[in-house]
């Protein structure tokens, strides 16, 4: 019988959460869904020195937000729970002791200090020192102290922790379903602590025995983890559990948009974008950090833009629903090398998220911005000034800046263009204009512009001349879509006394 598909994600709350590793978890749960399988939510925090208050509730809302939904972990239950490691504390021991006692690992009493000196010595010979095969018979250890030593040791409590014991020249082989197989040989490996003198197991250890007895049937996480792998490869065989082993999927990092080196939590701002997908408070030092959320990306957009951020469809489709990635996700379209940001990419795909959303919905997101800005009307004014300026914008908070003039009369004019364009005998015309406008009795886009057109054609003026001219009296500037539909909204009076008072304020400009 086929296994079930279970992964998890399982991220340490050392802070926010990076947007690697949202993708991380976004290709975990595409991948489990697409097998009809389980997505789970665990919480590495064995390292309790790098435990920061609030990143676990950080994570948990960020995937609220994304509309990502975890099948079983901390906070939904599940048969397999607890789901967060320092709550299974107790559990680890009995298997760290396990490998004392097959000869897979060993007891290291050498203190931090002690360490430390060996490191210094090996570096003023140029070396690297690693606490490995090579090296640990010369230190203190139950493997180079005799057991009465040993046992004197523990039983004056002296601090120890326990370090898996690699076996010399052996070769170590990964099979990584993106990368293929990866060897190494193990005397190029440091025996890793498993358990410390605090109590907790590592990283290596809990990680190792959660995904064993939680029935991790596939390990996807990012590539910084490969160099782990052979050591979570022998514990899975020193365990005896190499038959229910989970297959491992190493992803391609997420690099900077100029492709040198990965994209760290440092960067977002730095570069002009953010990497966490919820705004971060440090709870120390009080900086902040943005969030794609608060920087008025749409969620979807956001799992579109990392959906493709190392994997690709083979399609030249680019929008994809969370559905549709479900269907057609596989690990095999995971690229092996990084995958490069791109922030002009990233504010596209928001901006075709924007345009799928309806007027309305917009509308209730602007309604607050129009209140800071002082404007008093109607929703469905607001609707149809949306409608006509959502084309024009990727976020929400750039709408002001292309629809002001639908709500404010010009306070100013563009200097630049009353130099070009409002010439001697404009004003004249702008006046009969007016007139024209005001005789309209059915006032609509079509009837306006129809009207105004003739007239100009009529007389033989210049086309770009007078409409320039007409749009800066509305508008105040030269941007804006239709001028005609902006009349239409604005409604008739409104225009002509937006005409009349450009007169007014420009004059004859001579
Ligand atoms: N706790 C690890 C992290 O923070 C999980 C790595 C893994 O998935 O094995 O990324």
């Known amino acids: 019988m086929e296994r079930k598909v279970r992964v998890r994600f399982a991220p340490s709350p050392t802070g926010p959460l990076h947007i690697g590793g949202v993708r991380t978890a976004l290709y975990n749960y595409l991948f489990a869904k697409k097998h009809g399988g389980d997505f789970i939510l665990r919480i590495e925090d064995t390292d309790q020195t790098r435990f920061v208050p609030g990143a676990e509730e950080y994570i948990i809302e960020s995937f609220n ?67 490995d095969c090579n090296t640990r018979d010369s230190l203190k250890n139950s493997l180079s102290l005799s057991k009465e030593a040993v046992d004197r040791l523990l039983e004056n409590n002296t601090p120890y922790v326990i370090r898996f014991k690699f076996p010399k020249d052996t070769e170590i082989l990964i099979h990584d379903l ?38 991790i049937s596939h390990v996807i996480r990012g590539e910084e983890w490969l160099p782990s792998c052979p050591l979570h490869v022998m514990l899975y065989k020193a365990f005896g559990w190499e038959s229910t082993m989970p297959e491992f999927a190493h992803l391609p990092l997420l690099l900077k948009p100029d492709g040198n080196g990965k994209l760290s939590k440092r960067d977002g701002d730095r570069l002009g974008f953010p990497v966490f997908p919820l705004q971060w408070t440090d709870p120390i030092t009080k900086d902040i950090s943005s969030g794609y959320k608060e920087s008025g990306y749409i969620p979807e957009a956001v799992i579109n833009i990392l959906a493709l951020l190392g994997w690709n469809s083979g399609t030249e489709k680019e929008i994809f629903s969370l559905d549709e990635l479900i269907e ?49 009307v109607c929703l469905e004014y607001v609707e ?23 709500f404010l009369k010009p306070e100013s004019y563009d200097e630049k263009i009353i130099k070009k364009r409002w010439k001697e005998g404009v004003p004249q015309r702008l006046t009969e204009i007016v007139e024209i406008l005001n005789s309209i009795e059915d006032f609509n886009p079509q009837s306006a512009h129809d009207k105004v057109h003739a007239y100009i054609e009529g007389n033989e003026l210049n086309m770009g001349q007078i409409m320039n001219c007409l749009r800066l009296s509305i508008v105040g500037e030269g941007k804006g879509p239709d001028l005609f539909e902006i009349m239409a909204l604005i409604g008739k009076e409104e225009a002509i006394e937006r005409i009349n008072l450009a007169i007014a304020k420009i004059g004859g400009n001579e």
């Open 328 to 376: 057609i996700f596989s690990l095999e379209r995971i690229s092996k090398s990084g995958a490069k940001f791109d922030l002009e990419k990233a504010k596209w795909f928001n901006h075709q998220y924007l345009q799928l959303k309806s007027n309305a919905e917009i509308t209730n997101e602007y309604m607050p911005i129009l209140e800071k800005k002082g404007v008093e």
């Open 384 to 406: 149809e000034a949306v409608g006509l300026v959502k084309e024009r914008v990727s976020f929400v908070t750039e709408l002001w800046d292309q629809s002001f003039f639908l």
């Open 178 to 215: 993106i990368r293929g197989e990866v060897r190494m040989n193990s005397n190029l490996l440091d025996d890793k602590v498993l358990y410390k003198s605090d109590g907790m197991p590592t990283y290596h250890l809990a990680n190792i025995v959660d995904d064993h007895l939680m029935n």
């Open 65 to 131: 937000w994304l509309g990502i939904k975890f099948d079983e972990g901390l906070g939904i239950g599940g048969d397999y729970g607890p789901y967060r490691q320092s709550d299974r504390k107790t559990m680890y021991k009995e298997y760290a002791e396990e490998l004392l006692c097959s000869g897979w690992a060993y007891h290291a009493f050498d203190t931090p200090e002690e360490l430390d000196t060996i490191r210094k010595e090996f570096e003023k010979e140029k070396k690297n020192f690693q606490y």
